[in-house]
């Protein structure tokens, strides 16, 4: 394959580079991910509350590439929370993405007032143990929930997805990872392309390299040790976005960027983000 794995704190390979559909609608999701699929990629991130694992499961299974090659990760929505919930929310998912397991299953939000993660994440074990998830994490976890997590539950997180770009560099969440053997992957890694893409350092350093913007961004998190998930629908820029294994940042580009930080985040502060 062309975009190379990171071992999870199971054994298990994980791409270190995938392909995201958040805000892509059904049918849509199933070209993209075709797509996505044909160019090379492996791993496919989607979520419950995308309403797209229905074209996603089509694409996966028109795709022809065998199910072993493949990397499927979804997410429990919020509203599923607790545990027979969860168990329920997870039939609902395989069924629509059609498949008998998932690769990683995560919770969406740790929703830290509600209260209910604990019990959530007893139903991943579960799931895990009956081998319908390969891996189970979390997503949008900050260290006080991991922490309390792995107190009260037996399978650390292979994985966080959390918000992660130059512009929110997560130093204090990827070095609590480190610490637990927890795989650090990023959301929004190219800042949503807002912005993030026509900042003058990044511009130059692309430029540079005889390169876009968005491949320095990805290449930036990859010499990290962080897995991505850029999301397109645009064929070129799906094709762009994976041909980033032949080239590297020298270490003076890679402070460039690391001086980038501003803790600034797009979405939503997960201490505070209930939305059900
Ligand atoms: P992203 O950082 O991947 O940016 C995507 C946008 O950047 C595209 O819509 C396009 O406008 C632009 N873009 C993409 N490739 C480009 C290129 N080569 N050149 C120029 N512009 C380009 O943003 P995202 O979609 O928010 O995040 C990626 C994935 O992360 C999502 O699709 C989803 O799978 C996941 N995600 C998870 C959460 C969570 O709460 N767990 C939240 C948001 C996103």
Redesign the pocket.
Known sequence: SKVPPIILNNGIEMPQLGF?????PDDEAERAVATALEAGYRSI???AV?ENETGTGKAIAASGVAREELFVTT?LWNSAQGYDSTLQAFDESLGKLGLDYVDLY?I??PMPDKGTYIDTYKAFEKILADGRAKSIGV??FLPEHLERLIDATSVIPAVN???L?PHLQQRASREYHAEQGIATEA???????KGL?EVPAIVAIAQKHGR????VVLRWHLQLGNVV??????PS?IE??ITVFDFELDPEDMAAISALNEDRR??PDPADFHVA
């Open positions: 995201g559909v958040w805000q892509v991130d989607t979520a995308y997410k995560l969406h939000w997503s949008n997805q959390i918000e770009h959301w929004s890694p190219l800042g949503q392309g893409l876009s913007p968005a491949q998930i850029p999301k397109s629908v645009t820029r762009e976005n797009i979405g």
